[in-house]
C-alpha cells in the first residue's frame, strides 16, 4: 500500500518539525520545505496528495503559492 505523500510549507521550523512528526507517526510520508522556491521544486518533482501551505513566508504567501 503507498502512504499518502503530505508536503509541509512554513518557514518556521518548529511548526514543520512538529507536524512532521505527527503525520509521520500516522503513517504519512511527509516532505518538509521552508519556502516557495523549494515547494514549487518539490511539487514538481513528487506526486503529492496533499500541501499545508503557511499564510505568511518571507518569500511568498501561501495563497499566491496555492494559485
Not at 19 to 42: C, H, P, Q, R
Request: net charge negative; aromatic share 6%; with cysteine.
Amino acid at each position: 500500500m503507498n502512504k499518502i505523500k503530505i508536503l509541509v510549507v512554513d518557514d518556521e521550523a518548529g511548526i514543520r518539525d512538529a507536524l512532521n512528526e505527527n503525520l509521520s507517526d500516522d503513517g504519512y510520508a511527509v516532505f518538509l520545505e521552508k519556502g516557495a522556491i523549494e515547494a514549487t521544486k518539490l511539487q514538481k518533482e513528487e506526486n503529492l496528495d496533499v500541501i499545508l501551505l503557511d499564510i505568511w513566508m518571507p518569500d511568498c504567501d501561501g495563497i499566491s503559492l496555492w494559485k
